[in-house]
């Protein structure tokens, strides 16, 4: 629909002016899930300040933003209402779990398995893709209500504006997403998303019903004031870690995990875009560091940001100095310009994240209904689904890579074939053809009837891979089952993986094997094959 994404190569006026537009993104975000995780919003800043530059400057991915999200602030709030109950140490215990998270994903990062994000099938990335850009989509919406007071238990009532507030947000908006979507055909010197936000900022100037990050802020603190110094590093001494350090290995593992998925989802997301390739590993080492520093420093932990990722990619940010410029500009508005960043009108950065929405949903896949097979559909809204209910974008993937792992199975154990290669009094040769695994080993066994067969069966292996501890538990039973009937069950063709899994087995298995039994290689196995068919067609005639 929009051709936000374009291959191109950056440069450092691009990463810096980039870098700067994502800076202004970044505050409400990293506002709005402090307030998620019950903490102070300098806390989700200054993570968003640790995350993104640690991450753009020695991470896996280039142009890839990370910071404070929805998802870290759902899981580090446990901890921070945990630790409000043992003693008022909210954000000790939250500290504490943000840095166990950190070394749980330097350790993933050493052991390499950063690599495993690879085996996320498509229907799963393009299900988390569409899931992830309605979450976004709907997560602007809370920008168009306001904190009118408490109930009678205390929790903070919204409702949505109206009147000329509504129309005066939803115009901005508007505004926004068209001076984005029409002003790199006028210039593409400065990102257009830069300029929108300058010029809607300037318009909102004249306008008393805009509003800005200074009503958010003054509606959930009280105060529409943003300004804090540089934090100093503070161990949580406080945190009784004996007592309770099974809670918190739980909550940073849980952390750890899903700042991996969504940030390995992320570079393989923009991987695509660029057509280029992030390094997985490296990407969990840096994603560790900067969750310990940011725990160390004062901040809520974070992982990849895809909107603000894509933000970056849009505007022109494609090397780490766009991360860099994002993070440093962050923490010179927190500490120097507060004031003026508060100002910025909430209607220009959601419609900037309504762009990124557009920009972000996979548009082609409702041109796959009736082109695919159903199954990758179902995979495709499962994931979607799951992402838009639960917002747990960990649990989403994990959900479509079972379900994508459940349909191989269930095809593939449908094709397994048994067929008679040579069939006289004495001796009868099955060939198997297909992949003999958990999954099919029933349909393989029901094919043979031991009672009934000949003397000799000799199973010819050389179009089939026996896979896992069930083929060789099936190949065995089935030995068993000839054996018991006064028969003999021999193999051949026997590829060096299988041979070796019968070896490793040892006595487990008690299969013969064919003495004569050649070496099983690609050429060998064509020589036989032909040698078999001319035999046959020399004994038809």
Partial sequence: MFDLFQK??????????SGLTVSLALVPEAIAFSFIAGVDPLVGLWAAVFMGFITSAFGGRPGMISGATGAIAVVAGKAFEFGQDQGGLGTQYLFAAIMVAGVIQILF???????????????VMIGFVNGLAIVIGLGQLGFFKKITGTDESGAKVMEWIAGNEMSTM??????????????????????????????????????????????????????????????????????????????????????????IIESLMTLQLIDELTETRGKGNRECLAQGAAN????????????????????????????????????????????????????????ALVGVMFMVVIGTFEWSTFKTFGRVPFSEIVVILAVTLVTVIMHDLA??????????????????????????????????????????????????????????????????????????????????ALGERYRKAGKNLRLRHISPDCRHMLERAGSLIKIDILPDDPDYTVTRLRADAEKEKTNENKVNS
């Fill in 170 to 259: 939803l115009g901005l908006v508007l505004l926004t997403m068209a001076i984005i979507h029409f002003f790199p055909k006028l210039s593409k010197a400065v990102p257009s998303t830069l300029i929108a936000i300058v010029v809607v900022g300037f318009i909102s100037l004249a306008l008393p019903d805009s509003r800005t990050i200074a009503d958010i802020l003054s509606e959930n603190t009280g105060s529409g004031k943003l300004s804090g110094a540089f934090p100093v590093p503070s161990w949580p001494s406080d945190v009784d870690f004996a007592a309770h350090w099974q809670f918190i290995l739980k909550i940073g593992f849980t952390i750890a995990m899903v700042g």
């Fill in 109 to 123: 990062g050493l052991c390499k398995l950063g690599r495993f994000i690879r085996l996320v099938p498509h229907p």
């Fill in 8 to 17: 191109k190569r950056g440069n450092l006026k691009d990463d810096s002016l």
């Fill in 395 to 476: 649990l989403a993937v994990f959900v479509g890579v079972l379900l994508s792992t459940l349909r191989f199975a269930w095809e593939s154990s449908r094709h397994v074939h048994v067929s008679v290669v040579k069939d006289t009094p004495e001796e009868r040769i099955y060939a198997l053809d297909g992949l003999l695994y958990f999954g099919s080993v029933r349909e393989f066994s029901d094919r043979f009837q031991a009672k009934s067969d000949v003397k000799n069966i000799v199973l010819d292996l050389a179009h089939a891979r026996v896979c896992d501890l069930s083929a060789l538990e099936a190949i065995n």
């Fill in 292 to 347: 310990f520093l940011s725990g160390l420093f004062g901040g809520m932990g974070g992982c990849a940001m895809i909107g603000q990722s894509l933000i970056n990619i849009k505007s022109g940010g494609r090397g780490r100095t766009s991360g860099i410029v994002a993070a440093a500009s962050l923490a010179v508005f927190i500490l120097f310009a507060g004031a003026i960043i508060v100002q910025i009108p909430i209607a």
